[in-house]
């Protein structure tokens, strides 16, 4: 490259960015971006209650009756405007008006395709059309992303980016892009496909070090996939929070035997090192939740929250509006006094410093768990005594008087 006052600066650069690290205070690092910005970071919530995340700025959550706090919201900015977060789809354009006619007048070499090189690969299709899948391996794309949307919604006040859609599985069938006329494959097409996989794991790596770079910090909404925990522990472990989507509610159906194993060991490995949001897909709306179900949902939680985890519940078919958590979702447990242990009949348990969680994830056997001395209350304040039966997938949440 010819020297000039371009060539200079990046020749600079390096050395100014270890210079900004040296002058950083040490009480910010590891916080301390390479320009010297001090990386946004969300308050540890307490230890003793239930802090919740809101689910964008469309259900905002009435915790009158849970009592508790709001740490954070996805996708919005959240009552208070100081913890929300910027909305990006894992690998599509933001931007509703960049459809199909958009890119082929500006850049069709962007648009990703399944494999019979006519039909792009939307994940999603929405009754206005859908998002338009780009290439996040094209630098051009990526610079775009990031300079566009990505960098502008940080500098808007929403220091987190919430990344929607990360998943290991191409569940698009993403297959390939055209480029000068010419088709290039990027991948094969199939769900499995670990070549797709290595390219959202690089993707979601550039991503949040520049997202880090900015003052920022990035929270994946990642799926599991139990076909391959290690690698799905490789992308968790990029971002700075997990949002755990479905994480053992799905609906009417709940997580169970050898599936929900899975879920504990990533969420237990996951959840004392980083962010953990444990959201809940609900039978019945949160307000109508039954004490049952809350049993489970919040005995999951408290069995593997870690210091700093969030619940979120939702029921997929409310729409918009008022989500009014009951008091069930934020039992007077105190805070954790051990880590959850196996017991006998194949179930799990923790003791925290004012009552103790039991878990039963098995989908056919039921399990007794003899209650230690004491008075005891359930998780809706009803008085319990002696052995307790927990059926299958379900839980106890007890709370000593």
Excluded at 21 to 35: D, E, G, M
Excluded at 218 to 243: F, V
Excluded at 244 to 265: I, L, N, P, S
């Amino acid at each position: 490259m010819p020297a000039g006052p371009h060539a200079s600066k990046s020749l600079l650069r390096p050395s100014l960015k270890r210079l900004a690290l040296l002058l950083c205070p040490l009480a910010l690092l590891p916080a301390c971006t390479a320009s010297g910005q001090e990386r946004f970071e969300l308050t540890m919530p307490p230890q003793d209650e239930v802090t919740f995340a809101q689910a964008t700025d469309n259900r905002p959550l009435d915790l009158s009756e849970s009592g508790g706090s709001i740490g954070w919201t996805w996708g919005g900015w959240g009552a208070d405007r100081k913890h929300g977060s910027f909305y990006y789809p894992m690998d599509r354009d933001l931007d509703k008006s960049h459809d199909m006619d958009w890119y082929r007048a500006n850049h069709p070499d962007w648009v990703v395709y399944k494999c019979d090189k006519t039909s792009p690969a939307p994940l999603y299709t929405y009754y206005w059309g859908f998002a338009t899948p780009i290439d996040v391996t094209n630098p051009q794309v990526r610079d775009y992303v990031l300079n566009t949307h990505v960098v502008p919604g940080i500098r808007s006040g929403k220091r987190i980016v919430a990344l929607d859609n990360v998943s290991l599985s191409n569940d698009s069938n993403r297959c390939g892009v055209w480029r000068d006329g010419q088709w290039v494959q990027l991948y094969s097409g199939e769900k499995r496909d670990p070549e797709y996989a290595r390219k959202v794991i690089d993707w979601v790596r550039w991503l949040t070090d520049r997202v880090h770079e900015n003052g920022g910090i990035i929270a994946l909404n990642a799926k599991i996939k139990p076909y391959d925990t290690e690698t799905t522990r490789e992308l968790i472990a990029l971002g700075d929070i997990w949002w755990d989507e479905a994480a053992f509610t799905r609906g009417c159906e709940r997580v169970a035997d050898d599936v929900w194993q899975t879920r504990f060991d990533i969420v237990r490995w996951a959840a004392p090192r980083m962010s953990w949001v444990d959201q809940e897909k609900t039978c019945a709306s949160p307000a109508d939740v039954s004490p049952e179900e809350a049993s489970w949902m919040l005995g999951n939680f408290l069995l593997m929250r870690g210091p700093r985890s969030y619940f979120t519940a939702m029921r997929e078919g409310d729409g918009k509006g008022v989500s009014h958590y009951p008091a069930t979702f934020n039992p007077p447990v105190g805070h954790a006094v051990s880590e959850a242990t196996p017991i006998e009949g194949g179930g799990w348990m923790r003791r925290y410093s004012r009552g103790l969680v039991v878990v039963n994830p098995s989908s056919s056997s039921s399990l007794t768990f003899p209650l230690p001395e004491g008075e005891w209350t359930d998780i809706a304040g009803k008085p319990v005594s002696g052995p307790q039966a927990i059926g299958p997938t379900s839980a106890a949440v007890l709370i000593r008087r």
